[in-house]
């Protein structure tokens, strides 16, 4: 059992950019897709973007163009860079595997966009 940790969330207005933070494991970098989730209120938590072991991205259609991911290897993290913000991106957003490993779940880190 292991945990990933995010950070980097906080509030932006409209248009703004975040970066979050997930820490990880060299060996979950290595072996599984990684990927960040986003859980808004009222919905199911849905798959934002996703970064295989050698490097192949893709994104959620309402994301695509605005975000993206990346890992850094040497400090066994991975990132979300967030720019043009939109409040429909407010949420807490999760990191973990693709498919899931739900001993994995960390706390989220909260993001608000405001107009």
């Known amino acids: 059992q292991g945990q990933l940790v995010e950070s980097g969330g906080g509030s932006a207005q409209a248009g703004g950019s975040l970066r979050l933070s997930c820490a990880a494991s060299?060996?979950?970098?290595?072996?599984?897709?990684m990927a960040w989730y986003r859980q808004t209120p009222g919905k199911r938590r849905e798959l934002v973007a996703q970064?295989?072991?050698?490097?192949?991205?893709k994104f959620a259609g309402s994301v695509r163009g605005r975000f993206t991911i990346s890992k850094d290897h040497a400090n066994n993290t991975m990132y979300l860079q967030m720019n043009s913000l939109k409040p429909e991106d407010t949420g807490v957003y999760y990191c973990?595997?693709?498919?899931?490993?739900?001993?994995?779940w960390g706390q989220g880190t909260q993001v608000t966009v405001f107009s």
């Open positions: 060299a060996r979950l970098f290595r072996v599984y897709n």
């Open positions: 973990n595997t693709d498919p899931v490993l739900k001993d994995y």
């Open positions: 970064i295989t072991p050698v490097g192949t991205k």
